[in-house]
Protein backbone atom coordinates (compact mmCIF):
# COMPACT_ATOMS: atom_id res chain seq x y z
CA UNK A 1 0.00 0.00 0.00
CA UNK A 2 1.64 3.52 -0.72
CA UNK A 3 1.89 6.61 1.99
CA UNK A 4 -0.71 8.72 2.18
CA UNK A 5 0.57 11.90 0.77
CA UNK A 6 1.77 14.36 3.31
CA UNK A 7 -0.31 17.26 3.88
CA UNK A 8 0.70 20.74 3.16
CA UNK A 9 -1.11 24.37 3.54
CA UNK A 10 -0.74 26.02 0.32
CA UNK A 11 -1.40 29.69 0.86
CA UNK A 12 -1.58 29.90 -3.53
CA UNK A 13 -4.50 28.09 -3.39
CA UNK A 14 -7.07 30.08 -4.54
CA UNK A 15 -11.31 29.75 -3.14
CA UNK A 16 -14.68 30.87 -4.80
CA UNK A 17 -15.64 34.39 -3.56
CA UNK A 18 -19.43 34.61 -2.65
CA UNK A 19 -21.33 37.66 -3.18
CA UNK A 20 -24.01 36.05 -0.34
CA UNK A 21 -21.65 34.49 2.17
CA UNK A 22 -23.87 32.56 4.76
CA UNK A 23 -21.54 33.49 7.51
CA UNK A 24 -23.35 35.67 10.41
CA UNK A 25 -20.36 35.64 12.77
CA UNK A 26 -16.69 35.70 12.14
CA UNK A 27 -14.35 35.80 14.99
CA UNK A 28 -10.72 36.17 15.54
CA UNK A 29 -9.52 35.16 19.57
CA UNK A 30 -6.38 36.39 21.07
CA UNK A 31 -5.72 34.42 24.65
CA UNK A 32 -2.81 36.33 26.03
CA UNK A 33 -3.28 37.56 29.73
CA UNK A 34 -2.43 40.80 30.74
CA UNK A 35 1.29 41.84 31.63
CA UNK A 36 0.11 44.25 33.97
CA UNK A 37 -3.06 45.48 36.45
CA UNK A 38 -5.94 47.34 34.20
CA UNK A 39 -7.28 49.79 35.99
CA UNK A 40 -11.45 50.02 34.78
CA UNK A 41 -11.22 53.96 34.53
CA UNK A 42 -7.94 54.43 32.60
CA UNK A 43 -8.51 51.45 30.22
CA UNK A 44 -11.99 53.17 29.63
CA UNK A 45 -10.56 56.84 28.61
CA UNK A 46 -7.64 55.02 26.84
CA UNK A 47 -10.03 53.01 24.80
CA UNK A 48 -12.15 55.71 23.97
CA UNK A 49 -9.23 58.02 22.98
CA UNK A 50 -7.69 55.63 19.99
CA UNK A 51 -11.21 54.24 19.09
CA UNK A 52 -13.49 57.45 18.60
CA UNK A 53 -15.26 54.93 15.80
CA UNK A 54 -16.15 52.57 18.92
CA UNK A 55 -18.46 54.56 20.55
CA UNK A 56 -20.17 51.65 22.53
CA UNK A 57 -18.08 50.87 25.55
CA UNK A 58 -19.78 48.30 28.33
CA UNK A 59 -18.01 46.99 30.72
CA UNK A 60 -18.09 43.22 31.37
CA UNK A 61 -18.20 41.02 34.32
CA UNK A 62 -17.44 37.55 35.56
CA UNK A 63 -19.68 35.94 37.69
CA UNK A 64 -18.43 33.05 39.75
CA UNK A 65 -20.97 30.61 41.42
CA UNK A 66 -19.45 28.31 44.10
CA UNK A 67 -21.56 26.02 46.93
CA UNK A 68 -20.23 24.06 49.63
CA UNK A 69 -22.00 21.63 51.73
CA UNK A 70 -21.66 22.21 55.96
CA UNK A 71 -21.75 19.62 58.32
CA UNK A 72 -25.45 20.22 59.90
CA UNK A 73 -26.65 19.53 56.17
CA UNK A 74 -27.41 23.07 54.85
CA UNK A 75 -26.13 24.07 52.08
CA UNK A 76 -24.45 27.85 51.36
CA UNK A 77 -23.84 29.73 47.68
CA UNK A 78 -21.46 31.82 46.95
CA UNK A 79 -21.66 34.26 43.94
CA UNK A 80 -18.55 36.49 42.90
CA UNK A 81 -18.78 39.13 40.41
CA UNK A 82 -15.45 40.27 38.49
CA UNK A 83 -14.74 43.15 36.31
CA UNK A 84 -13.02 41.61 33.10
CA UNK A 85 -12.77 44.28 30.88
CA UNK A 86 -15.00 46.11 28.42
CA UNK A 87 -17.32 45.07 25.25
CA UNK A 88 -16.95 47.51 22.17
CA UNK A 89 -19.31 48.15 19.25
CA UNK A 90 -19.05 50.56 16.16
CA UNK A 91 -21.21 52.61 14.99
CA UNK A 92 -23.16 50.52 12.01
CA UNK A 93 -23.10 47.56 14.98
CA UNK A 94 -21.02 45.63 12.47
CA UNK A 95 -17.75 45.25 14.51
CA UNK A 96 -18.07 43.87 18.24
CA UNK A 97 -14.59 43.66 20.11
CA UNK A 98 -14.14 42.22 23.69
CA UNK A 99 -11.29 43.60 25.36
CA UNK A 100 -10.73 41.61 28.38
CA UNK A 101 -8.04 41.03 30.84
CA UNK A 102 -7.54 37.78 29.23
CA UNK A 103 -7.02 38.82 25.66
CA UNK A 104 -9.22 40.02 22.45
CA UNK A 105 -12.67 38.60 20.94
CA UNK A 106 -13.37 40.26 17.51
CA UNK A 107 -16.55 39.85 16.06
CA UNK A 108 -17.58 40.46 11.95
CA UNK A 109 -21.33 40.35 12.45
CA UNK A 110 -23.60 40.32 9.09
CA UNK A 111 -23.13 41.19 6.39
CA UNK A 112 -19.37 39.68 5.67
CA UNK A 113 -17.25 42.11 3.55
CA UNK A 114 -14.12 40.94 2.90
CA UNK A 115 -11.18 38.87 5.15
CA UNK A 116 -8.44 41.55 4.52
CA UNK A 117 -10.43 44.47 6.15
CA UNK A 118 -11.67 41.82 8.78
CA UNK A 119 -8.43 40.73 9.81
CA UNK A 120 -6.89 44.55 9.32
CA UNK A 121 -9.53 45.69 11.95
CA UNK A 122 -9.43 42.74 14.26
CA UNK A 123 -5.50 43.23 14.43
CA UNK A 124 -5.55 47.05 14.70
CA UNK A 125 -7.36 45.86 18.23
CA UNK A 126 -4.84 43.29 19.18
CA UNK A 127 -1.48 45.86 18.96
CA UNK A 128 -4.10 48.18 20.92
CA UNK A 129 -4.29 45.52 23.57
CA UNK A 130 -0.32 44.44 23.38
CA UNK A 131 0.12 48.50 23.80
CA UNK A 132 -2.31 48.80 26.78
CA UNK A 133 -2.21 45.32 28.85
CA UNK A 134 1.35 44.28 27.70
CA UNK A 135 0.78 40.44 27.54
CA UNK A 136 4.30 38.31 26.98
CA UNK A 137 2.85 35.08 24.96
CA UNK A 138 0.00 34.43 22.96
CA UNK A 139 -1.53 31.08 24.82
CA UNK A 140 -4.46 30.95 22.15
CA UNK A 141 -5.08 32.27 18.49
CA UNK A 142 -8.11 31.17 16.65
CA UNK A 143 -9.94 32.10 13.77
CA UNK A 144 -13.46 30.91 13.76
CA UNK A 145 -16.58 31.34 11.19
CA UNK A 146 -20.32 30.77 11.96
CA UNK A 147 -22.85 30.41 9.15
CA UNK A 148 -26.44 29.92 9.06
CA UNK A 149 -28.18 28.56 5.91
CA UNK A 150 -31.71 28.88 5.88
CA UNK A 151 -33.94 25.47 4.90
CA UNK A 152 -36.90 25.94 3.11
CA UNK A 153 -40.03 23.98 3.73
CA UNK A 154 -39.12 20.30 3.11
CA UNK A 155 -35.75 21.23 2.04
CA UNK A 156 -32.79 18.93 3.52
CA UNK A 157 -29.83 19.85 4.92
CA UNK A 158 -28.02 17.21 1.80
CA UNK A 159 -28.95 19.84 -0.82
CA UNK A 160 -25.83 21.94 1.08
CA UNK A 161 -24.01 19.36 2.53
CA UNK A 162 -22.02 16.95 0.37
CA UNK A 163 -21.73 14.61 3.93
CA UNK A 164 -25.69 14.45 4.45
CA UNK A 165 -26.89 13.07 8.15
CA UNK A 166 -27.02 9.87 8.67
CA UNK A 167 -30.79 8.09 7.67
CA UNK A 168 -32.95 6.22 9.86
CA UNK A 169 -31.50 2.57 9.34
CA UNK A 170 -34.10 0.41 7.73
CA UNK A 171 -36.65 3.74 7.66
CA UNK A 172 -34.22 5.47 5.09
CA UNK A 173 -35.90 8.89 6.57
CA UNK A 174 -33.39 11.76 7.15
CA UNK A 175 -33.40 13.46 10.33
CA UNK A 176 -35.74 16.59 11.36
CA UNK A 177 -32.41 17.83 13.84
CA UNK A 178 -29.05 16.39 14.82
CA UNK A 179 -26.00 17.44 16.06
CA UNK A 180 -22.28 16.70 14.70
CA UNK A 181 -19.10 18.06 16.08
CA UNK A 182 -15.72 16.72 15.38
CA UNK A 183 -12.07 17.61 16.37
CA UNK A 184 -9.06 17.23 13.96
CA UNK A 185 -5.29 17.68 14.70
CA UNK A 186 -3.76 19.07 11.75
CA UNK A 187 -0.64 16.93 11.15
CA UNK A 188 2.78 18.79 11.20
CA UNK A 189 1.16 22.03 11.89
CA UNK A 190 0.20 23.52 15.68
CA UNK A 191 -3.25 23.54 14.57
CA UNK A 192 -6.66 22.04 15.30
CA UNK A 193 -10.36 22.09 14.18
CA UNK A 194 -13.39 22.15 15.51
CA UNK A 195 -15.82 21.11 13.06
CA UNK A 196 -19.71 21.29 14.46
CA UNK A 197 -23.10 20.89 11.73
CA UNK A 198 -26.19 21.52 13.90
CA UNK A 199 -30.01 22.36 12.60
CA UNK A 200 -31.69 25.33 14.01
CA UNK A 201 -34.66 24.50 14.64
CA UNK A 202 -37.74 26.79 13.92
CA UNK A 203 -38.84 29.18 16.58
CA UNK A 204 -42.38 31.06 17.13
CA UNK A 205 -40.76 34.18 15.69
CA UNK A 206 -41.29 34.33 12.29
CA UNK A 207 -37.14 35.23 11.97
CA UNK A 208 -36.67 32.18 13.72
CA UNK A 209 -36.60 30.34 11.01
CA UNK A 210 -35.19 26.67 10.37
CA UNK A 211 -31.58 26.58 9.70
CA UNK A 212 -28.54 24.53 8.98
CA UNK A 213 -26.15 25.07 11.00
CA UNK A 214 -22.23 24.96 10.01
CA UNK A 215 -19.12 26.50 13.03
CA UNK A 216 -15.50 25.87 12.29
CA UNK A 217 -13.09 26.87 14.57
CA UNK A 218 -9.58 26.70 13.98
CA UNK A 219 -7.19 27.39 16.88
CA UNK A 220 -3.54 26.80 17.77
CA UNK A 221 -1.66 24.17 20.18
CA UNK A 222 1.16 25.79 20.94
CA UNK A 223 2.12 29.42 22.71
CA UNK A 224 2.46 31.74 20.30
CA UNK A 225 4.68 34.84 20.26
CA UNK A 226 4.21 38.35 19.81
CA UNK A 227 5.86 38.42 16.81
CA UNK A 228 3.60 40.30 14.01
CA UNK A 229 4.75 38.10 11.27
CA UNK A 230 4.42 35.40 12.85
CA UNK A 231 0.90 36.61 14.47
CA UNK A 232 -0.31 37.27 10.16
CA UNK A 233 1.64 33.71 8.81
CA UNK A 234 -0.74 31.94 11.83
CA UNK A 235 -3.64 34.11 10.57
CA UNK A 236 -3.26 33.21 7.30
CA UNK A 237 -2.82 29.93 7.58
CA UNK A 238 -5.88 28.88 9.57
CA UNK A 239 -8.36 30.76 7.16
CA UNK A 240 -7.09 29.04 4.63
CA UNK A 241 -7.88 25.46 6.68
CA UNK A 242 -11.54 27.00 7.46
CA UNK A 243 -11.66 27.43 3.74
CA UNK A 244 -10.74 24.12 3.01
CA UNK A 245 -13.17 22.54 5.28
CA UNK A 246 -15.96 24.86 4.28
CA UNK A 247 -15.68 24.35 0.29
CA UNK A 248 -14.64 20.97 1.06
CA UNK A 249 -18.16 20.11 2.31
CA UNK A 250 -20.58 22.46 0.79
CA UNK A 251 -22.28 21.29 -3.04
CA UNK A 252 -22.38 23.38 -6.33
CA UNK A 253 -25.82 23.59 -5.25
CA UNK A 254 -24.73 25.61 -2.19
CA UNK A 255 -22.20 27.88 -3.82
CA UNK A 256 -25.12 29.21 -6.19
CA UNK A 257 -27.25 29.67 -3.78
CA UNK A 258 -24.26 32.13 -2.33
CA UNK A 259 -23.52 34.06 -5.22
CA UNK A 260 -20.86 32.17 -6.48
CA UNK A 261 -18.69 35.03 -8.17
CA UNK A 262 -15.27 34.00 -9.32
CA UNK A 263 -12.24 31.95 -8.12
CA UNK A 264 -10.05 34.79 -5.43
CA UNK A 265 -9.93 36.08 -2.48
Not at 127 to 147: D, K, M, S
Not at 190 to 198: D, E, I
Not at 205 to 225: G, H, M, N, Y
Request: aromatic residues 12%.
Amino acid sequence: MSPLPKFSIDLNDTFPRLTAAPSIEAVIHWQAHAGKQLEPAALREALAQQLPDYPVCQPQQDIQISASGNSDGSSEFLQRTQWNGFRLQDEQGHHVAQFTLNGVIFSRLEPYESWDTFKAEAIRFWALFVELAEPTVIQRLGVRYINRILLADGEQPSTFLKAAPYTLPGVEVSPESFFYKDTYHVPSYPYSVHWTRTIQPEGASPIDKRALILDIDVFTTELLQLDQDTVTQRLQEMRWLKNKVFFGCITDTALERFGLEQFGD
